[in-house]
């Protein structure tokens, strides 16, 4: 599934990022990177996503939300 697919107030885990390098590397100084964990807490306008990383939070467009590919983070009782 990709960013814009998930739920409101859902944990997904980056399991993909298909941006330009040039891109993709900005996501990965944002520590947007795979296997990140995120929290998303906002849903805007247009697709984009607000999510939360590592303590910070960051407003992402529909166009570049709709390349990260992530899937549900499964938590264990």
């Given at each position: ?31 947007i ?22 303590g ?22």
């Open positions: 599934m990709t960013l814009p697919e998930g739920p409101l107030g859902a944990e997904l885990r980056v399991t993909g990022v298909r941006l330009p390098a040039a891109h993709a590397f900005r996501l990965n100084e944002m520590g990177r795979l296997g990140t964990v995120a929290h998303v807490t906002q849903h805007a306008a247009f697709g984009g996503r607000v999510i939360a990383v590592a910070s939070r960051y407003a992402l467009d529909g166009a570049t939300a709709a390349l990260i590919d992530v899937e549900p983070v499964q938590r264990r009782a």
